[in-house]
């Protein structure tokens, strides 16, 4: 199964500040894309799939480049409970198959 | 809100033991994964189930594991023989039949081989 890759990080910005994260995945014939979000020592959650025309959800925005392979998110306006671990998570077909994770990006938002 | 459900949270194992680790799914779901993550790389699949079958599974899931839904609602994972290297969190995941793919974790479960 081939890889997910993220910048690991940790971005620490300011409350307030614009962050973005990039992430690249090396099977073409990946078909559902998403951002899941990973506190210290917890489970996944779920933040957001993402689409191709590109996909918004209050402060975080969602972008997929299917011929780039590259899938990024964009949070504006960063809250102290932002800080964790984004995870870029792609899985190959559409419908219920497994999943394939990056290594996750650490963001921690600083008072 | 419904959610996945582990038990129990940490489970401590002397290596060769067996261990079962149990999952509660989310009731209308009919998809079942176990995923893994050994303390500080990634989230790895493991298998998954649909249909009481197993309908994929990673090279990670070899003879020493097993899955099982030995009724309604119970998804478990059985390690037969724990070695030092499984220690690590378990996830039990489960998804509604839809061609989102949006699966949903529960809180894991620690495993911990001495």
């Known amino acids: 199964r081939k890889e997910v890759e993220q910048d690991p990080g940790p971005f620490n910005v300011p409350e307030g500040a614009t962050v973005a994260f990039n992430c690249t995945y090396s099977n073409s014939a990946s078909q559902s894309f998403f951002w899941y979000r990973q506190d210290c020592r917890k489970e996944p959650k779920l933040l957001m799939s993402v689409y191709s025309s590109g996909n918004e959800d209050g402060r975080f925005t969602a972008q997929l480049n299917r011929a780039s392979q590259y899938i990024s998110l964009l949070i504006r306006d960063s809250k102290l409970s932002d800080s964790a671990t984004y995870l870029c998570?792609?899985?190959?077909?559409?419908?219920?198959?497994?999943?394939?994770f990056g290594k996750g990006t650490r963001l921690s938002v600083i008072a | 809100e419904p959610e996945v459900t582990q038990t129990p949270s940490h489970q401590v194992t002397q290596m060769g033991q067996e261990v079962i680790l149990r999952c509660v799914p989310i009731?209308?779901?009919?998809?079942f994964y176990w995923y893994r993550q050994i303390l500080g790389q990634k989230v790895e699949f493991l298998v998954s189930f649909y249909n009481n079958e197993i309908s994929e599974k990673s090279e990670i899931f070899d003879d020493q594991f097993s899955v099982e839904r030995p009724d309604g609602s119970n998804f478990t994972l059985k390690i037969r023989s724990t070695k030092l290297e499984d220690s690590a969190m378990y996830f039990c995941a489960s998804a509604e039949d839809s061609s989102y793919n949006e699966q949903f974790f529960g809180p894991g479960t620690r495993l911990t081989v001495l």
């Open positions: 009731s209308n779901h009919l998809y």
């Open positions: 998570v792609v899985s190959l077909y559409s419908g219920n198959t497994p999943l394939v």
